[in-house]
Structure formats: C-alpha cells, structure tokens
C-alpha cells in the first residue's frame, strides 16, 4: 500500500469554453495515487475536443481518469460526463443526481412550481412564458447519474489529504475538496473571485414540501469556510482565490448590504417579491428574470429568518413590511 507521505500530488487545471453568461469553466485533475478529474464541463463537442486536447497536453487520455467528483449539478460542470466512458465512477452529493439523471418525476412538477411561486412574488403575467424555458439549459448538462454520494467528511479512495465538505447555497448538491496539508480549497462556484454566487431556487424535491431556503445555506457554508485554514481557491470559473478570508468577509458584507437595501425599501411600503426584485435589479431584472428572483428570494428569506421583515401571506401576492427588530 502507497504511504500517503510519499505520495506525490499534482493538480492540473482544464479550462473549458460554455455558451453561458459566465463564460469559461474550470475542471481539475488531482494525480495522485488514482487519476481524480473534479467537475466536468458543458456537454458541447467544441467542450469535449478541448478537453481532450488539455488533457493530452498534460499527457493524459481520457481512458487514464480513474474517478470524477462533481461539485455540483449545474450543466457547466456535469455535462461532458455523457462523454466520457461509462465505467468510471462519478461521485457527488446526493441532490446532484435528480437533476444529472433529468428525472422526470421530479421535473414535470417544475412548470407548476415556478408558476405558484411567480403568482405568490406578484411577477406580471407578461413574464410567464419564461416559465416554459426554465430548464433549457438542461440540454448542456448530462443524463448519468452518480454512482456513489458522498457527504460531509468523506474521503475518496486514491485521493489522499482531501476531504469533502457540504456548501450548499448556489446549489442545493454542492460540495468542495479540501486538501488540509497545502490549505487547498477546489471550491467549485462558492468562492469565486469576481462574482457573488447566485443562490438559486430549486423547486422542492420528491417528497419535499417547501424549497431550499438557497441564502441562508450559502451564508452558513461561507461561514463555513472561515473556520477552515485556507490558503488558495481553486475555483469553478474565474482566477485563483489567495486573499480568501478577506473575499469572505466581502462577500458577507455585500450581502448585509444588499439585505439592508430592502429592508429600507419595504419600511417605506409593504411591497411583493417581485417589487423588491425590480427595485434591486431595476436595469437588468426584466432580461435575468429567474436569476433576479432568486437573489430577491434569497434576500427575503434572509430577512424573515432573521425577524427583520414579516410576510402577509393572506392572499397573492405576498407581501412584505418590516416587523419587530430582534437585538
Ligand atoms: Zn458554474
């Protein structure tokens, strides 16, 4: 058995192009005892053939991947898993499998969903055909599933030193390797240089109830995050993290700022969702609605948890007033 002392580890980083707003994304390959690739680009041929060539360059083939970890289930980072050949092992969380399998049980109740939760935000009926285009970007992403789900603290065979860590937030399924000898975080899309992650909203799973309350996870995790003794971020898109606890610190910041904003703008009125959301996002809400929304949602539901607002929920749209301050 390799000692893990004498181990030696590399890490190789892929950049690959995507057709979306957030331009290109990054995948890592760990060498270390095993061949360890960590999220797995947009399922587009120019994606696949770059990939390639960025694998060769560092003298490796696809068929020398002996495992691949996803950090979570956005198309940008599963997709060419539908290329790369059947027999290797995929983990991730749990929460990532629905979506990578495009289960259609737990997909035929997004229209729906989307539409009652448009309704409850007060969203003017003139946006409700974006309803049917929601999960298009699918068509980017992969349909594997995982093969084995990995959670809080697990280690991952042929990987040593680095260990997973739940983040959920900008993914309800995402996680980041650490490797606590070097204080190398591979942080997927929750620490990234230049953009606050969005935490987006995903309609309950099968048998769920209510949604993920998405802010609240991703202030946890970032907090989360400031425990650890970090010292670079590898990140999903964007340039390397070295500076990380001021980046946290600024991150959390914003969000106080911006959850500050509305509260200042619901003391003046009770006001929907959707108000909120064009009063935050005037110049860019009606072209980014869902992304918008979700930052809205993500802001009041940070507010309610923290008693700073109050919902009326008596009819729709909902709508929301500053309540009792809690010291
Ligand atoms: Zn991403």
């Known amino acids: 058995m390799m000692n893990e002392v004498f181990c030696k580890?590399?890490?190789?980083?892929?950049?690959?192009?995507?057709?979306?707003?957030?331009?290109?994304v990054h995948t890592y390959v760990i060498i270390s005892e095993k061949v360890t690739l960590v999220d797995a680009?947009?399922?587009?041929h120019q994606a696949w053939g770059i990939?390639?060539?960025?694998?060769?360059k560092h003298g490796l083939k696809v068929m020398d991947?002996?495992?691949?970890?996803?950090?979570?289930?956005?198309?940008?980072?599963v997709g060419l898993l539908?290329?790369?050949?059947s027999n290797i092992p995929v983990f991730g969380h749990k929460r990532a499998h629905p979506w990578m399998t495009q289960d259609l049980r737990y997909f035929s109740s997004h229209e729906q969903y989307y539409k009652k939760l448009f309704k409850e935000m007060g969203v003017e009926e003139r946006f409700y055909p974006v309803l049917a285009t929601v999960d298009k970007p699918l068509r980017f992403s992969c349909r594997r599933g995982l093969t084995s789900f990995v959670s809080?603290?697990?280690?991952?065979?042929?990987?040593?030193?680095?260990?997973?860590?739940?983040?959920?937030?900008h993914a309800s399924s995402h996680i980041v390797l650490f490797d606590e000898k070097s204080g190398t975080l591979i942080g997927g899309d929750l620490i990234l240089a230049d953009i606050s992650p969005n935490p987006l909203v995903e309609p309950p799973?099968?048998?769920?109830?209510?949604?993920?309350?998405?802010?609240?996870?991703y202030v946890q995790s970032i907090e989360k995050m400031n425990l650890l003794a970090i010292k670079r971020v590898l990140p999903g898109h964007g340039k390397v993290v070295e500076d990380v606890s001021a980046l946290l610190a600024t991150r959390l910041k914003q969000q106080e700022k911006r959850a500050k904003k509305v509260v200042d703008f619901v003391t003046k009125q009770p006001s929907s969702a959707?108000?909120?959301?064009?009063?935050?996002?005037?110049?860019?809400y009606e072209k980014q609605l869902l992304l918008t929304l979700s930052e809205t949602l993500g802001q009041i539901d940070y507010l309610l948890d923290k008693d700073l607002i109050i919902e009326n929920n008596d009819t729709t749209p909902f709508t929301y007033q500053v309540g009792v301050i809690k010291e």
Do not use: N
């Open 82 to 85: 539908d290329y790369l050949p």
């Open 205 to 217: 799973y099968l048998g769920e109830v209510d949604r993920k309350k998405a802010m609240l996870d």
């Open 9 to 24: 580890q590399e890490i190789k980083k892929i950049t690959i192009p995507t057709p979306f707003a957030v331009g290109d």
């Open 41 to 44: 680009g947009v399922k587009t």
């Open 51 to 56: 990939f390639q060539d960025e694998l060769l």
């Open 152 to 169: 809080d603290g697990d280690k991952l065979d042929g990987l040593p030193g680095w260990r997973i860590i739940e983040t959920p937030g």
């Open 274 to 284: 959707y108000e909120i959301c064009q009063y935050l996002f005037s110049s860019v």
């Open 65 to 77: 991947i002996d495992q691949v970890i996803v950090t979570h289930h956005h198309p940008d980072h």
